[in-house]
């Protein structure tokens, strides 16, 4: 066999098996549980045990929306009129309450989620802000899951608003809470096994070159 084919042969298996090893040795991901309760508040919110929270609507203790100083939105961190479910047909958020966090240090793949009851007597709504973003929750549904596109530092908020009126009491109960770490390689690790496997390889082909 010629020299210059094994030695691409060599170098094709030792880049494969690093490739390989970079994968098969990848950390696992394990999710880390997030205490609501440490979160910043504002309206009528209620700790509950096991890092749960119930955020009210409804009741004299909630705060103002439409922006400005004490609203929501200024709370939130998000822009004037953006909790507004409907304003293009006239449906707009009245009073709410909301609870707030920032992760720091977020790498793309990160996984922010939680578990969520939503319990109201007229069309009140409930969502989660991302940075300047609000993303309504659906009343159908009971897990939250959200991926991060990009890394940096990220302003976190879920909250509850009273919809075209301040009266009808609504309850928003969050649980579960976690992080999600996105898993990252041990490519030290890989490197060395590619290594072992290529010093391996060339005292083959040297054995079969001697005879």
């Not at 119930?54 to 939105?73: A, D, M, P, Q, Y």
């Not at 958020?93 to 720091?104: D, L, M, Q």
């Amino acid at each position: 066999m010629p020299i210059s084919l094994k030695h691409s042969i060599l170098t094709t298996g030792t880049v494969s098996l690093l490739s390989l090893s970079s994968l098969a040795f990848a950390t696992p991901s394990y999710a880390v549980s997030l205490d609501l309760t440490s979160w910043n508040t504002i309206g009528d919110v209620n700790p509950i045990a096991s890092g749960q929270v119930t955020l009210n609507s409804g009741t004299v203790n909630t705060v103002f929306t439409g922006g400005g100083t004490g609203s929501l939105e200024e709370f939130l961190t998000v822009p004037a009129g953006s909790l507004d479910p409907d304003p293009d047909n006239f449906i707009f958020s009245t009073f709410g309450s909301a609870i707030k966090t920032t992760f720091t240090g977020i790498q793309v793949g990160d996984v922010f989620n939680f578990n969520w009851d939503f319990s109201t007597s007229d069309a009140d709504s409930v969502f989660v802000t991302i940075n300047n973003s609000v993303i309504p929750l659906a009343a159908s549904g009971n897990v939250f899951k959200y991926s991060f596109t990009n890394a940096g530092n990220y302003n976190v908020g879920i909250g509850i608003v009273d919809v075209n009126d301040s009266i009808g009491g609504s309850q928003f109960t969050v649980s579960n809470a976690n992080f999600e770490p996105v898993p990252e390689p041990l490519t030290i690790l890989g490197s060395f096994t590619a290594l072992g496997f290529g010093v391996a390889m060339r005292r083959r082909f040297g054995k079969k070159n001697s005879v």
